[in-house]
């Protein structure tokens, strides 16, 4: 009886201290106000797989631009969010501390100080993350991009398929034949949509043969509502993932953030940049 209590009391402790980590991780991500002050219309699709995750979203306004990305840290659970804390901090200090705004030398020095964060360590550490970041110039439309591994998906309003621009095939953090990250320029009108993935959905086992969803599938969905508002994209997709995942157990965080341009105008008003009709759904 006495070794039952210690160990439903060390399961509590346990519990406690979980959800505690997880507070702390909702707090290095954006709130929905923060979301909402940088767009007129925002929702997130984020579903990690434990309490805590290694998959986080990331959102900084700099002047004319909107940074956002959809990050994948090595590990999931509490290991993984332990990685995200550290890979938030790198991509933070890129851009506040150094300054840089372009894509691909974000990703250079936040793949640059996640490295050295983990050198400090006696034991080789090799985790780091995968992303895909992109910059958004309000005054011109133009996206700046650039990805660790995963790709960008853009759909055009007229298209009836998904254009992908690939990734750079290396990681934020220790690799052999590591260059720097490519820079990728995007012209968006009116219509377009734009898609930032992390690998959890397509990866989820289930359907009737318990296989994975798949890329090719994702992407047929995305096609299939795309003219759908955004709050019915976000319930489709999280609907479709459920769906196919049934009893199975979900294998990894999941974090899909996509760009509807539905805008009318642009203008400026004493020197700020106001949007109308622009929304983001994450």
Aim: aromatic share 10%.
């Amino acid at each position: 009886m006495q070794q039952k209590l210690v160990i439903e009391e060390s399961h509590r402790e346990i519990k406690d201290s979980i959800n505690y980590a997880k507070r702390i991780q909702n707090a290095i991500l954006p709130s929905n106000r923060i979301i909402k002050e940088s767009f007129a219309d925002a929702f997130v699709l984020y579903k990690p797989k434990d309490v805590v995750a290694g998959d986080f979203y990331w959102l900084e306004n700099c002047g004319d631009q909107v940074m956002f990305a959809a990050c994948d840290c090595t590990g999931h659970g509490v290991p993984g969010a332990m990685v995200s804390v550290i890979c938030n901090n790198a991509l933070n200090r890129s851009v506040r501390e150094f300054g840089l705004k372009e894509p691909g030398k974000i990703l250079d020095k936040t793949r640059e100080i996640v490295i050295s964060e983990f050198e400090k360590s006696d034991d080789e550490v090799k985790d780091g993350m995968d992303m895909s970041l992109g910059s958004l110039s309000l005054s011109t439309l133009t996206l700046s991009w650039s990805g660790a591994n995963n790709p960008l998906w853009i759909l055009r309003k007229e298209g009836g398929a998904i254009e992908e621009i690939k990734a750079d095939k290396q990681p934020i953090g220790k690799y052999a034949d590591s260059k720097p990250f490519t820079t990728h320029q995007v012209n968006l009108t009116k219509g377009d949509l734009v898609f930032l993935i992390t690998d959890g959905y397509q990866d989820q086992f289930g359907g009737e043969k318990g296989k994975k969803f798949k890329a090719s599938n994702l992407k047929e969905l995305l096609v299939s509502i795309k003219t759908e508002t955004m709050e019915n994209q976000k319930k489709k997709i999280d609907t479709a993932f459920e769906t196919w995942r049934g009893k199975l157990e979900q294998i990894d965080d999941v974090c899909i953030i996509g760009i509807g341009f539905s805008f009318t105008s642009i203008y400026w008003n004493s020197s700020k940049l106001f949007f109308s009709h622009f929304c983001i759904v994450f």
